[in-house]
């Protein structure tokens, strides 16, 4: 049972202090079906205009990726150009050019509604919400959202949280959700509203997973040398839920190697510009930094002494 | 073998948005010495003034703190009084009187001249240097130290770091000693130049071990309710040398073990205010904390399946 992303493929123009791309590979969508389709097939969903070069999509075909669900349309495609600072951390957003995505409707291809993994990226939540009207009868929906739809249709999302399993949201976004600075709270708000499961991403200071029963954090990588975060959040969502569908669960303890998945899928983008790193990149070096992550975190617990 | 601190004992006022204390007890030197002892003998080097609640330290003797290097001196205490905001991440320092604090001029007892763990808590790096002169053959010391010696007495410091077995130091004071963004670059810049075991707080974020051979990362506990985090940097170092001198060895796997000891007591402290959580703190609540720790981020590392 594949997975369905819906969102945004893009182009980008990207400047860091290490490097600066233009009309490079971008969206969300794009980063997620890369991510995901290294452990499992993904049909996607988009718009893109006629000056798009669909054949930067070809490694994502040659992957698994099904772009039955692909538009083209007359004008431009969405083009989004940022600047990060040396610190990496906070970024400038120069340019938006919705194009074509402006007027973005999905249609679910007819054979795109048995999917039982659903990722809806950040898009507008009364689309998220046309999405989930025309899939059958989901497994597992996760989704992604923005402080822009948390100020502007605030009701729509909080209609849609009724209808997820998963929301995946950054830190200042969950606070500014729920109004409460403290994750944990912040975490609950949320889970009382609908999802079951919430994921708080920290950037590079990890990823906390929510649930009725347990708490899980996933560290940030400490890597040596951070090129480009771009799509670093989309490109956890793709590991993640890619993990949980080729598992075929979503029990608590594939949940947590779905959090370290996602990190290192994560951690893996941030070391080349752009889409670059996940091009060629293969499952078994993720398997690598899964294996880093663990060497990263992990302690034998001692046993406490017993007192006479 | 006793650990010896050296470092301040003060008074402090605290505002947080859940409360205000005034001249309650405070000082780095009185929040190591707490959760140090939890684990091993202390040996406590310090002055404080005329106006000094002694009674107020007696928690400490009854738990194993040696205050025979207690000086008491005419004048004021060190007072620092600071506030936090709804965040509790960013604080003001509101007023600083050194008091006595200013002509501290540290005289270690003979008796605690042949101290096998030695901790510098965060003063002049001269006069960390002058103790360390002071003690026969520490097997293991680590310091602290903050961004106004690392602007103000940079060659001291330096010197300081070739003595040392140990940094420990907050992140921003790595970037600002290092002159690197990038953490794990920062490291083995300080690495270089004498510790070979540099530990890097992150306070909410958590806090990173690194080594020749490994990076550790301990987790920020995610605390349901945070009062006050003053005092959480050093009642970690309190943790994590107070781990290492009870087991005796700073092994790769107790140096872990110690991370993760510290971050339990530093995550501990912040449920109340000031250092009220850690005077009548027991050794298995630290324990239960640390299995807590175990939980949040404990995954079952899969084997990457064999390609044909």
Redesign the interface.
């Given at each position: 049972m594949s997975i369905l992303v819906v969102g945004s493929v893009a182009l980008d123009r990207i400047e860091t202090p290490f490097g600066k791309v233009d009309r490079t590979l971008g969206g969300a969508a794009t980063y997620f079906a890369a991510a995901a389709s290294l452990f499992h097939p993904v049909r996607l969903v988009a718009v893109i205009g006629d000056d798009f070069p669909e054949d930067r999509l070809e490694f994502l075909r040659r992957r698994g990726v099904d772009l039955g669900g692909l538009e083209r349309e007359p004008g431009e495609s969405f083009f989004w150009a940022g600047r990060y600072d040396?610190?990496l951390n906070s970024r400038d957003t120069l340019e938006t050019r919705l194009g074509v995505f402006a007027d973005f409707d999905p249609a679910i291809p007819a054979s795109f509604r048995d999917s039982e993994w659903v990722f809806l990226a950040n898009i507008d939540p009364d689309l998220q919400l046309q999405v989930l009207d025309q899939v059958a009868s989901p497994g597992f929906v996760a989704c992604d959202t923005m402080n822009y739809w948390i100020e502007g249709k605030r009701d729509s999302l909080v209609e849609l949280l009724g209808r997820v399993d998963c929301l995946m949201i950054n830190d200042s976004e969950a606070r500014e959700l729920s109004g409460d600075?403290?994750?944990?709270?912040a975490a609950r708000w949320i889970r009382e509203r609908g999802p079951r499961i919430v994921v708080v991403k920290?950037g590079e200071?990890?990823a906390?997973l929510f649930t009725e029963t347990?708490?899980?954090?996933?560290?940030g990588y400490?890597?040596?040398?951070?090129f480009d975060p771009t799509g670093a959040g989309d490109a956890f969502a793709g590991g993640f839920l890619g993990w949980l569908a080729y598992t075929g669960s979503v029990d608590e303890?594939e949940l947590?190697?779905a959090?370290?998945f996602g990190s290192a899928t994560g951690s893996l983008v941030c070391e080349r510009m752009g889409l670059d790193r996940l091009v060629d990149l293969e499952?078994?070096e993720v398997?690598g930094r899964?294996?880093e992550f663990?060497?990263?975190?992990?302690?034998?617990?001692?046993v406490?002494p017993v007192h006479g």
């Open positions: 040396y610190d600075y403290n994750l944990t709270r920290k200071h990890g906390l347990h708490t899980f954090f996933a560290p400490p890597l040596e040398e951070v303890d947590r190697r959090m370290i499952v078994d398997y899964v294996r663990r060497e990263l975190t992990a302690f034998d617990h001692p406490a």
